[in-house]
């Protein structure tokens, strides 16, 4: 009898050995009875009918990614590599979407190559559109034309595509160095256009200087000559002053002006020698020359008008 209940036992715990499964935090198990779908298990400790209910799938509904490298050919026969990223997932939790994703595919394998073979179709039908200078400047939209055709794709089969992201793309050798030779010589011929413009600009920048300059030298000598021209005045103005109330005093004072009229004379003379910027100088110095001249300053000086204005010049040297 002892020996009867000891067997009953080690049946008793065996079956409940056998009739307790666990599921891990984020799986799905999904169970069959006699190859049939029957439910699903969530996370957690779960009681399945010993001998008859068994979980035929582990479902992971975490996000899975995938590394794929395939090549593609555009309009104009180039040869185009691709390396891409896919990130996926299940579509949701729901019974329906886990009950897809564990019978749509044999194995997780069918599941890969069909997804590879969605991209690689996607990818290849756009680029067979395209010119090969066109392909680098599309990287965003073969990525959207991916997934706008590959997500209503994977739905269907219980997945969802979260991202794409294309990695490299890349030529063949003899292509990606004429790319290079092209990139080199926009780089030259970009350069040579900015050398040229600054260059330029550099000597526009230096006419417009030389300009400036120029014309600031010649308000400064037209200034100077002004100036020079004034001094000019003022100095005749004071001589012919001078000599008239000389004259007029002499006169009044009834000496005779002849001598002090020579040394005035003599002193204008030697001044203007000094001064002069000629070789060549012709001066009437004879006695009736220089009376003429006196008197000719106090005839000046009687006009009075240096009150005025500028007294007008004394009478040139006669030549002989």
Same mark, same amino acid.
Request: no cysteine; net charge negative; charged share 20%.
């Given at each position: ?140 939209? *073969? ?72 014309? *600031? ?104």
């Amino acid at each position: 009898m002892a020996f009867v209940v000891i067997i009953v036992a080690v049946f008793l715990l065996l079956v409940l050995f056998v009739s307790l499964r666990t599921v891990n935090q984020g799986t799905i198990g999904v169970t069959t009875v006699f190859g049939k779908y029957r439910r699903i298990l969530r996370p957690g400790l779960h009681v399945l009918i010993p001998f008859v209910e068994k979980i035929n799938r582990r479902i992971s509904v975490q996000n899975r990614s995938l590394e794929l490298q395939f090549q593609a050919i555009t309009q104009d026969q180039a040869n185009v590599y691709f390396s891409a990223m896919l990130l996926y997932s299940v579509f949701n939790e729901a019974e329906d979407t886990i009950k897809n994703v564990a019978f749509k595919f044999v194995s997780e394998k069918d599941l890969l190559t069909a997804l590879v073979r969605s991209v690689e179709g996607s990818t290849r039908g756009l680029v067979a559109t395209k010119r090969q200078a066109e392909i680098l400047g599309l990287r965003r939209e *073969i990525v959207e034309e991916v997934k706008e055709q590959l997500d209503a794709t994977l739905e269907t089969w219980g997945y969802h595509l979260i991202d794409v992201q294309l990695n490299d793309i890349t030529f063949d050798a003899v292509i990606t160095d004429s790319m290079a030779q092209v990139v080199a010589s926009n780089n030259l011929k970009a350069a040579a256009t900015n050398e040229g413009d600054a260059l330029l600009i550099r000597r526009t920048k230096e006419a417009e200087a030389e300009g400036t300059a120029i014309r *600031i030298a010649a308000e400064a000598e037209r200034m100077a000559s002004q100036l020079r021209g004034q001094g000019v005045a003022l100095f005749r103005q004071e001589v012919a002053t001078g000599l008239a109330g000389a004259a007029r005093q002499l006169e009044n004072e009834n000496v005779d002006p002849t001598l002090i009229l020579f040394s005035m004379w003599t002193e204008a003379v030697r001044h203007m020698a000094e001064n002069g910027r000629g070789n060549v100088m012709f001066l009437d110095a004879s006695a009736s020359g220089m009376q003429e001249t006196f008197q000719q300053l106090i005839a000046m000086q009687q006009l009075d008008v240096v009150r005025d204005g500028p007294p007008p010049p004394p009478p040139p040297l006669r030549a002989f």
